[in-house]
């Protein structure tokens, strides 16, 4: 794995800027990785030993996504959302996983850590790159029983909605009065088609 400061340098570019969510970021993502035995993730072989669960969508998920070279397009990111910043890394081949949750007590250290620094927002930055991980984290080994329908590797199931037949993969339908669903059918969606823009046959897929 690279060092600090160039896992810290790329993760800001990849956002768009730095702030003390990229370096709780990185932090975490070296810490969780050095935790499971893995270090150099973002290649092979390693890169298909890694599920990373992360639990909020902030700055520091995308630190999380560069370091360890997790994606939701391999399937090896999964977004949980609890509102935590928190996250869990699992090796696949072994089994081993930790969750790392940020500490809201860093905050309070940073404030000691770099009293100098008046600017709250600069302050949190330059002291989390250089507070103790015990301050910066709270670690707890964990086990997490990953059903074969969110493993990473090519698509192994597929169902057909009853309703609007679109088809819904990786076990991710819904049984409803002996119906098979999507859930947008099943449960309601985010989104609420505008009348006359769409047709249900637009809509139909095939396997």
């Known amino acids: ?74 399937r090896s990111l999964k977004f949980i959302d609890n509102g935590i910043m928190a996250a869990t890394f699992v090796n696949l081949e072994t089994g081993k996983a930790f969750r790392i949750v940020s500490t809201e007590t860093a905050r309070d250290k940073a404030k000691e850590l770099m009293p100098e620094i008046t600017d709250s927002h600069r302050q949190q930055l330059e002291a989390y790159k250089v ?30 909605c009853t309703r609007c037949g679109i088809v819904v993969r990786d076990k991710k339908e819904v049984l409803m009065n002996n119906e098979i669903l999507c859930r947008p059918c099943a449960h309601g969606s985010y989104f609420q088609p505008v009348k006359g823009s769409t047709h249900a046959e637009k809509r139909q897929h095939t396997l």
């Open 131 to 160: 507070m103790d991980m015990a301050d910066l984290f709270d670690v707890e080994e964990v086990r997490v029983d990953i059903p074969a329908s969110d493993m990473p590797g090519p698509t192994r199931f597929k169902a057909v």
């Open 1 to 74: 794995m690279e060092d600090f400061e160039t896992l810290l340098a790329g993760a800001a570019e990849a956002h768009g800027h730095l702030c003390p969510g990229q370096v709780v970021g990185v932090r975490m993502a070296m810490l969780g990785c050095e935790l499971i035995g893995l270090d150099n993730p973002s290649a092979m072989p390693q890169i298909k030993k890694l599920i990373v669960y992360v639990e909020m969508d902030r700055c520091a998920a995308d630190a999380l996504a560069h370091v360890t070279g997790v994606r939701l397009g391999r």
